[in-house]
Every structure is written in C-alpha cells, then in structure tokens.
C-alpha cells in the first residue's frame, strides 16, 4: 500500500513538472516566433549585420570596436548626419578612435563615441540641443566634464539606460543587442527631427519591352540577361528600351536593377540601402564605386558561405573607407572586382557589361551556406510535433510507474 502510494505522489510530481515545462516551454517557443525583436528589426531595416545570423547567442556575444564602429557610421549616414560612409571621416571628426579592432569594445567606449556623434550633431544642426540638464544618474560612471551636455542629451533622450540600481556599467563589454540599442534609439531620435534622407527617384513597375542587342559571339552576355530577367532585375526598368553591352548605365538605371532583385528576393531592409545609395550619388552614369556598394548589399542579402581570409588591398581605395568594406565584403564571398595591378578605378563609369557580368556572379556562384545556421524558430507545425512527443513522453513515464 505504501508504495503503491509512493508510485502516485512520485508519478504525480513528475505529470505536473512536465505539464509546467510543456506550458512554459510552448509559450515561449510562440513567443519566439511570433513577437519580432526590435534590435533585429532595425539591424534588418538599415542593413547593419545579416539578420539571419542574429540568434539569441550572437545577440548575447560581445561586439567588436570595428563592428560598432561600422554599424555606428552607417546610423550617421542614415541619419543624415554625415554625408557618407567613410570610416576616416569619422577619426578625423574624432567621433571614433584611429585603429579600430577586432577586440571587444566596453560599454563605455561605445558611449563615448556616441555622445562625440550627438556634438557633430549639434554642429550640423540636425540633432537639438534645448533644454538639457546638466546630470549624471550613474553612480558608478565618473565622466570628464566635456562630456556632461552630451551624457546629459543621451540621458534624456533615452539613448542611455542603466540598470535598475542606478548603474551603467561603463567598464562591462558591450554585447550586440545592447549596442544595437544604444544605436536604435539614437537613430529613432535624431530622424525623429526629420532628417531620413530622402531622394527624387521613383521607382514603379515597368510593363514595356526591353530588347537585348548583341552580337553573335555574346552568347554568355544573352545568358546573363536572361537571368537577371528571372531574378526581376527588370521589373522596374527596361534600359531604355534597347541594351547594349558597351553601353554606360544611369545611376536611376542601375538602383532599379538592384531593387528589382531586392523585390523579388523580399529583402526590405536591403531595398532601403539600395535606395539610399542612389537616393544620394551625385553621378548621373554609374561608376565602378557605386556597383561595388550595391553589389555588396546584394551579397549579404543572400546566404551564403564566406572566406574569412579572402581580403584585397587596393593601392587606390583608403582603408576602411566605405568602398573598401565593400570590396572585402565581396572578396569574402569570392567575387573580386578591379585591375590585375591592385588598381580599382572606383571614378569610372562601367558599362552594361560590367554590371550584368557582376550581378550574374553574386546571383549565381556564391556558396551556399549550411543548413545548420538559417533555421532559427521553430514552425507552429514543429512546436504542434514537440507537443505531442512531450504528450507520449509523459505517458511512457506512467507506464513505467504504473508497472
């Protein structure tokens, strides 16, 4: 009798742990796949990282000072307080350190270059500088005197928060999703002024014909066309009616190319990027420059497997300046761009050849990446599965006890 009655407590305590964990554990498996997360959110509408890869443990990662230093200049470009992407620009302003690494970077770091970002703010007149109160609310962060109005703008404008004790933590390393934050809210309230960059070009769906003419020993430049045809680079333009290899392409022509691929692959946040670029070039014909820039967003817009030691020097391109990170980011994927002497030429204007020639080399020859690393959320038809293996798991176990 007593351990008949030892059988029941024991088969009882077990039933309500996993009905606790089932309930706990469905819960959150939907809410994980249903409620979205703001900082990938907005990584995914500015382009800052490839949103695929932004699992809970990478957001929980430390973040390199070259990878915040990256993503910081393009919420300044984006923000329109600064013209371009040009990671020098940035040290000469002295927004951010020369020498940026691959090591982490603390918390304190990044705010500073933060708060060095709100003065040139200020200067350019597109951040506001009424109203502030001169206050610290951490107590464990003794900042230099240069930085009470700035700290004092962050604080207010809610860009920095501490922890529940009143703590910053300024000497802690910044994970990713906490500097996704800082640069969240920092970009939400410097175009909450109004200063999104906005352009004069209008994209819309183009129904006219378009006719390739080549010559009989282009078979391969046919080949390309045809599949850019597929991959809607042509939804929005049709080149003027007639294409021709040699022939240069408009800086309108060569957005739309971009954000016809961009359309159909459903990458929003990439077609914003690609916008901005053409939103924002002062060239009439596209130059090499420009296509390396679109041609990198395009990159990561796809998954696909990277060379990490694959890296191209040009002795014409500055260092970690924006087409330098393209050109890398290219050459990571396999594809590299330029001369044969280490000469770029960004200036040039390329011609239809070029462009269809690279764009075909992104849509068709990069390496796809394992399997392992797209799948993030589990379905609702996964989560129904794994409810129903937990259902015959308990039932196993009172079949155990039972016997």
């Known amino acids: ?211 390739l003419l080549c010559k009989e020993n282009e078979q391969e430049f046919a080949a390309q066309f045809e599949r850019l045809k597929t991959a809607g680079a042509f939804d929005l333009t049709n080149l003027g009616g007639k294409v021709r290899g040699d022939s240069a392409i408009t800086t309108q022509d060569i957005t739309a190319l971009f954000l016809g691929i961009m359309q159909k692959l459903n990458k929003p946040a990439f077609i914003s990027q690609i916008k901005y670029y053409g939103q924002t070039s002062t060239q009439t014909y596209a130059n090499r420059d420009i296509l390396a820039c679109m041609a990198t967003n395009l990159v990561e817009a796809i998954p696909h497997k990277t060379f990490e030691e694959n890296k191209v020097v040009y002795s014409d391109v500055s260092p970690l300046c924006e087409v330098d990170y393209a050109l890398n980011n290219l050459a990571r994927a396999g594809i590299r761009m330029g001369y044969t002497d280490s000469m770029f030429k960004g200036y040039e204007r390329v011609s239809i050849y070029e462009v269809f020639g690279l764009i075909d080399r992104v849509l068709t020859d990069l390496q796809p990446r394992t399997p392992s690393l797209e799948k993030q959320t589990m379905s609702s038809e996964e989560i129904e599965a794994w409810k129903k293996r937990l259902v015959r798991r308990k039932n196993r176990i009172r079949k155990i006890l039972d016997n």
């Open 1 to 211: 009798m007593l351990l008949l009655i030892k059988k029941e407590f024991i088969a009882g305590i077990l039933m309500a742990v996993i009905l606790v964990a089932a309930l706990m554990n469905v819960s959150s498996l939907h809410a994980l796949a249903s409620k979205p997360i703001p900082e990938i959110e907005f990584s995914q509408k500015l382009g800052l990282f490839d949103s695929s890869r932004l699992t809970n443990e990478v957001l929980s990662s430390n973040i390199s000072e070259l990878a915040f230093q990256r993503a910081l200049n393009v919420v300044l470009v984006k923000s329109g307080i600064i013209r371009k992407f040009n990671m020098t620009e940035l040290v000469e302003l002295g927004i951010i350190r020369d020498g940026g690494s691959n090591g982490s970077i603390s918390r304190q770091g990044a705010a500073k270059s933060i708060m060095r970002a709100i003065v040139h703010g200020w200067y350019r007149e597109v951040l506001k500088r009424d109203g502030l109160k001169n206050i610290n609310p951490f107590k464990d962060w003794e900042i230099e005197s240069r930085y009470s109005e700035p700290l004092a703008y962050a604080v207010q404008h809610n860009i920095f928060r501490g922890s529940t004790s009143g703590k910053f933590n300024p000497y802690a390393k910044l994970k990713v999703k906490e500097a996704l934050a800082f640069l969240m809210r920092f970009y939400d309230n410097a175009v909450g002024v109004g200063n999104e960059p906005t352009g004069s070009f209008e994209f819309k769906p183009t129904d006219t014909g378009i006719e």
